[in-house]
């Protein structure tokens, strides 16, 4: 990560930036990699402002104020009053601060189950540099965010999980600046997700923020990931103007230097021989510093390659069969407990998952943060990456399928130069119907066009008939994988002991992922296999589902539910849960609960056999 030097800028001469404006598109795309540009880091305390009733957007007649009427009374204008006299009844100077990244839900206790508004204000200094451009990122912003810079609107922006960017280009004071946004997490039904699901409704900037800088023309994209005939292949993307020119993509360490031309639209194709790499792998996760050059602009990035493909019921990495040992994991930290807020809170999961043997996970239930994914890269941890269509959908809503297809794009784009990523989910546990398997057919047809080079899945559910647990969802047919929830000894079915009897009966002949199975049991509570929440219950389960599981041909791996216990509104007993959902195999302490090393035992087992 670089810094801008923040004092030491030569502030403005003139306003060269909206000559730079003038020339180039208004919508610039996500930046790939933003961490390795030039940046002002604004992470840190942000003051905020709670705002049940939206009284800094609404006036009491519940109009919007107007931005360019004189009586202003929008928060976005973070005014002072100007002299003694002034009524003003708000100011960001005198407000507490909550750290971002941060969910708002676990920094302060009185807002633990808000959901609604707060005002975000942070204050910093640049001095933009004439001939550079400007872009405001945020990794993400839980749910609905407006934006504003010094007063003015840069945007909005509705999806939790997801970055998204502003050019502010010729919109930065050469000084102080204030960015202001609101921050809305009321759930409504027509989103994504909607209004029911079981996990925190963490509001807030819950990932980074921060100022980028570019010259006029940079490498806004590019996808360099290993290919089926052992060619790199993808493509690379400039933008600005004049965009036709010479790129050079070079890999120092495996001697590979190719250097490509933009079209008019700054987009150039990559194909060319990968040569002898070190493919990437859980048992190597070998990374290479890839460096991509343009007259003008530089960025490396740290890449890894290998193939992922389905053959009959093997899933093959680098063309050989993998046993997929693995985990689902929520983008909580039990021991705040809220969002996890940074590389130490990701690794200490990973390391969980690790520990438990563990060569993938599920990164449920959204999108995670882009520093997860580079540090399963670096870890050799295979990912499930997934986003929130979750449940019951409105499923026939046009612009809740956009919404949709824009989370899946936004996140394939962020994170497609991820070796550790070989699945795409589209969905959770959506329930079958004609509408339904239209939206779901969109969304894995689009998910296939992005990205050809990775599986795509979506975790089904399965149906039963006496004692035949039925996977027949014709939403299977457009999948990679069969993946299914399936809740034997926790939500039907007899106690643990008895689960051998049940058997499956699934209608695709592919490499069966299992999804989720599972059940909760209070970390410390000990009884014997029959008592329900005990760490004994849970640890049968796991011994009977695995053997029940085993009965599968197709059987090629499973992310059990779920690596640690998390927080979630729906679980209310007053005893044993506490709005905790208890199926973690780690309690919310971090201390392993005794089917960890029923899994474990399973996983260590399973990875002499696909050696
Ligand atoms: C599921 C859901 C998951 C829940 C889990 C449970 O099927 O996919 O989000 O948390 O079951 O604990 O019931």
């Known amino acids: 990560m670089k810094y801008l030097r923040l004092s030491f800028l030569l502030p403005f001469l003139f306003n060269f930036n909206a000559f730079i404006m003038a020339q180039t598109p208004a919508d610039t795309g996500l930046i790939q990699n933003v961490f390795a540009r030039q940046i002002v880091d604004l992470d840190g305390r942000w003051n905020y402002m709670v705002d049940p009733y939206e009284n800094g957007y609404y006036d009491y007649r519940h109009q919007a104020y107007d931005q360019s009427a004189s009586d202003r009374g929008g928060f976005y204008d973070d005014r002072k009053p100007s002299d003694k006299n002034e009524l003003i009844e708000y100011d960001f100077d005198l407000s507490p601060t909550l750290k971002v990244p941060g969910d708002w839900n676990s920094q302060e206790e009185k807002l633990l189950y808000y959901e609604g508004t707060v005002w975000y204000r942070r204050k910093f200094d640049v001095s933009p540099q004439a001939g550079k451009r400007y872009f405001l990122y945020f990794g993400a912003v839980n749910y609905e965010a407006h934006i504003y810079l010094n007063g003015k609107k840069l945007g909005m922006h509705k999806g939790g999980f997801t970055p998204f960017q ?48 570019a010259p006029a023309v940079f490498i806004s994209d590019y996808k360099i990931q290993l ?48 040569k002898k790499l070190t493919l990437w792998s859980p048992g190597q996760p070998k990374l290479y510093t890839v460096t991509i050059h343009t007259a003008g602009d530089d960025v490396s990035d740290r890449i890894g390659f290998r193939t992922v493909e389905v053959k009959g019921r093997d899933i093959l990495l680098n063309g050989k069969p993998v046993f997929l040992r693995g985990v689902s994991i929520h983008d909580e930290n039990p021991l705040i407990p809220g969002r996890n807020r940074g590389e130490g809170d990701l690794r200490m999961l990973l390391t969980w998952a690790r520990q438990l043997n563990c060569n993938y996970v599920r990164l449920a239930h ?3 943060n882009e520093k997860m994914l580079r540090l399963a890269d670096e870890m050799g941890l295979m990912v499930w990456a997934e986003v929130p269509v979750y449940w019951t959908i409105s499923w026939t809503n046009p612009d809740t399928y956009r919404n949709a297809e824009k989370q899946l794009t936004d996140m394939v784009i962020r994170d497609k130069n991820r070796a550790s990523i070989i699945i795409w989910s589209i969905g959770n546990e959506t329930p079958v119907s004609e509408p339904r398997l239209s939206f779901m057919g969109k969304l894995a047809a689009k998910a296939h066009e992005l990205d050809n080079s990775r599986l795509v899945s979506a975790a089904l559910e399965v149906h039963r008939q006496g004692d035949v647990a039925v996977v027949d969802d014709p939403l299977g047919e457009k999948l990679d994988l069969v993946s299914f929830n399936e809740y034997a000894g926790w939500y039907w079915g007899d106690k643990p002991s008895d689960l051998t009897r049940y058997r499956f009966d699934i209608k695709y002949d592919r490499p069966v992922v299992i999804t989720e199975f599972g059940g909760d049991a209070l970390g410390g509570f000990h009884a014997d296999s029959a008592t329900r929440w005990s760490e004994e219950y849970q640890a049968s389960l796991y011994r009977y589902q695995l053997q029940l599981l085993q009965t599968i041909p197709g059987l090629r791996g499973m992310t059990p539910w779920i690596l640690v216990d998390f927080r979630s509104p729906r679980r209310q007993h007053p005893v044993y849960q506490n709005f905790w959902n208890r199926k973690g195999l780690i309690s919310e302490t971090g201390q392993k609960k005794e089917a960890f090393w029923v899994l474990k035992d399973f996983y260590d087992q399973q990875e002499k056999k696909y050696q």
Do not use: C, M
């Open 166 to 213: 502003f050019e502010v280009t010729g919109k930065l004071a050469a000084g102080e600046n204030s960015i202001v946004v609101k921050v809305d997490n009321t759930r409504h039904a027509d989103e994504i997700p909607t209004v029911n699901t079981d996990w925190w409704n963490y509001g807030g900037v819950t990932r980074d923020v921060l100022l980028a800088e």
């Open 227 to 274: 290919g089926r005939n052992n060619t790199i292949e993808g493509y690379v993307q400039l933008n600005g103007a004049s965009l036709s020119k010479d790129v050079t993509v070079s890999i120092p360490e495996a001697g590979i230097k190719q250097t490509v031309h933009t079209d008019a639209s700054g987009r150039a194709a990559i194909s060319f021989p990968a």
């Open 366 to 368: 959204y999108p995670h």
